[in-house]
């Protein structure tokens, strides 16, 4: 559901990335490049979390300012998928 990298360096942004399998192989790649790298896996994210997904919280927590969307579009235009209150 959720997996962070934390570099240690405070000098660089932070990052996240909602993804699925496809973004497996490259995840410690694009980590290495900055601060923080949250990534979320909407698949298993209820289920490992115990909640919902609030992707506004994130943004404010970890001050994020760039967001990676990696993966099949048909995961994202999926109804269970879908981030936001439309649900």
Do not use: C, Q
Not at 21 to 28: E, G, H, P, R, V
Not at 32 to 60: A, G, P, Q, V
């Amino acid at each position: 559901g959720e997996i962070i990298f934390d570099t240690g360096n405070s000098k660089k942004e932070n990052i996240l990335i909602i993804g699925e399998s496809y973004d497996n192989a490259i995840l410690k790649l694009i980590a290495s490049h900055y601060n923080k790298t949250i990534s979320i896996d909407l698949r298993n994210y209820n289920n490992h979390m115990k909640k919902e997904f609030d992707f506004e919280e994130y943004i404010k927590k970890y001050k994020i300012k760039k967001v990676l969307f990696i993966g099949n579009i048909y995961f994202y235009t999926m109804k269970e998928f879908m981030i936001g209150e439309d649900k």
